[in-house]
């Protein structure tokens, strides 16, 4: 808050706002970011250990062992969410546990869970992408943008 703004407040507003910054919690944002760090390092790994698995056990390539490894973290992000564990790991790790492809799955589980009382339809298949919608969304838009970008370059560019 600038100069001006604070002789523009009365003294109760003063004094109001003296009261709140004793009052205001300090957030730990270091350990925050480390926490944060810690529980996205972990998920990657655990996604590293996947994609490993299905290179050596199931013959994929590099490249082809990444959608599989993506669908198999998702699908046990919504397992641990369903169970009420991913919850307790996102409390924990923050941005962590939200940034990773782990935290689209929760955010889809976690609507359908909330609106399940209001039926299948209306309920779950209304309310489940509401927040998941848009990656979705812009997701396959970009897809596809990209593709066609690659697509009028090969044809014409020579690539």
């Known amino acids: 808050m600038s100069n001006n703004q604070k002789k523009q407040l009365t003294p109760v507003q003063q004094e109001y706002q003296k009261?709140?910054?004793?009052?205001?919690?300090?957030?730990p944002v270091f350990k925050n970011c480390i926490?944060?760090?810690?529980?996205?390092?972990?998920?990657?790994?655990i996604g590293q250990v996947i994609q490993d698995?299905?290179?050596?056990?199931?013959?994929?390539?590099?490249?082809t062992a990444g959608n599989p490894t993506v669908g198999t973290l998702i699908f046990i992000?919504?397992?641990?969410?369903?169970?009420?564990?991913?919850?307790?790991?996102?409390?924990?790790?923050?941005?962590?546990?939200a940034v990773p492809v782990t935290g689209f799955g929760n955010a889809v589980i976690s609507a359908a869970i909330e609106h399940r009382t209001?039926?299948?339809?209306?309920?779950?298949?209304?309310?489940?992408f509401k927040l998941a919608g848009s990656?979705?969304?812009?997701?396959?838009?970009?897809?596809?943008?990209?593709?066609?970008?690659?697509?009028i370059l090969i044809r014409w560019g020579g690539l």
């Open 35 to 45: 926490k944060a760090f810690l529980t996205g390092g972990l998920i990657c790994l």
């Open 118 to 128: 209001e039926g299948f339809v209306l309920g779950v298949g209304g309310n489940m």
């Open 135 to 151: 990656v979705i969304l812009f997701g396959v838009f970009s897809a596809f943008v990209i593709a066609l970008v690659k697509t």
């Open 77 to 97: 992000a919504m397992l641990l969410t369903g169970f009420g564990v991913y919850d307790r790991i996102a409390q924990f790790g923050g941005a962590g546990s």
């Open 53 to 63: 698995l299905y290179i050596y056990y199931f013959n994929f390539t590099d490249q």
């Open 19 to 27: 009261l709140q910054k004793n009052r205001e919690i300090k957030r």
